[in-house]
């Protein structure tokens, strides 16, 4: 099993490397080739997605990441299934631990059917698409950060003092990670309902634009704090020096 699931540790940095592809590429297209919409203002990612070239673009990547973050979640709880079972031979309860775990991972998996929807459906194709478009998109955002949380949770819950240097850094990593996305989608849920926070319109927007890119990347950055520990497990290296 470990075997099989060590040719598959690219989808994690995959996610995050593919991710900020697909945002700056979709931006530089859309002002390269659609330059009125930077006219007084700055386009959300919804709208530097929704005409072509960066929609194809955007939409052949997320065509790849949306099942990487699927396969992301499947490698992160197997780590962590076997982490929870040692905990358990050692005489500790992991009631919690496993509930998180498989949480976690159901609540990851979402998020990645969400980005799959969302790829497919654009913001200017018609008023049920657009109203689509919002949904799926609130729906990535929050799946994903929760998934985040629940996560963090569970390496909290299983962290003993035998924990090794590759478990510690994962965990930091995970924390730091998934408090700034908390911190970001509250910045970006009020802004989202109200963007009058300036008297300056275009400042607004642009600061709405930047926490939304800000968000997405830390979206796509999460596998990577989960790097370390799965690809421990995974054998891409050993190491068994407690923190």
């Not at 659609?34 to 960066?54: D, K, R, W, Y």
């Not at 569970?154 to 090794?164: G, L, V």
């Not at 990347?217 to 704090?225: K, V």
Request: aromatic share 14%; charged share 10%; hydrophobic share 50%.
């Amino acid at each position: 099993m470990q075997g099989r699931g060590s040719r598959f540790l690219w989808c994690l940095p995959a996610v995050f490397v593919l991710g900020v592809t697909a945002l700056a590429t979709s931006w530089t297209a859309f002002y390269i080739y659609h330059p009125s919409g930077f006219v007084g203002t700055l386009p959300s990612i919804s709208e530097t997605i929704s005409t072509a070239p960066g929609s194809i673009v955007f939409q052949f990547l997320m065509c790849v990441i949306a099942p990487c973050i699927v396969v992301t979640w499947l490698l992160n709880f197997t780590a962590t299934k076997s982490s929870i079972e040692m905990l358990a031979a050692s005489g500790r309860s992991t009631t919690l631990a496993t509930a998180l775990n498989y949480a976690s991972c159901f609540v990851g998996i979402l998020a990645g059917g969400f980005l799959a929807g969302l790829t497919a459906i654009r913001l200017h194709d018609g008023s049920l698409a657009h109203n689509w478009h919002i949904w799926l998109s609130e729906g990535f955002y929050s799946t994903q950060v929760i998934a985040f949380l629940i996560d963090s949770w569970c390496a909290t819950a299983r962290r003993s003092a035998q924990s090794s240097a590759a478990q510690t850094r994962a965990l930091r990593a995970r924390w730091t990670i998934g408090l700034s996305a908390i911190a970001m989608s509250l910045v970006f849920l009020r802004l989202y309902i109200s963007r009058e926070i300036v008297a300056d319109p275009w400042m607004s927007q642009a600061i709405y634009v930047s926490c939304e890119y800000l968000l997405a990347t830390l979206c796509f950055a999460y596998p990577m704090a989960q790097y370390t520990e799965v690809r421990a497990y995974y054998g891409g290296f050993r190491e068994e020096v407690p923190a």
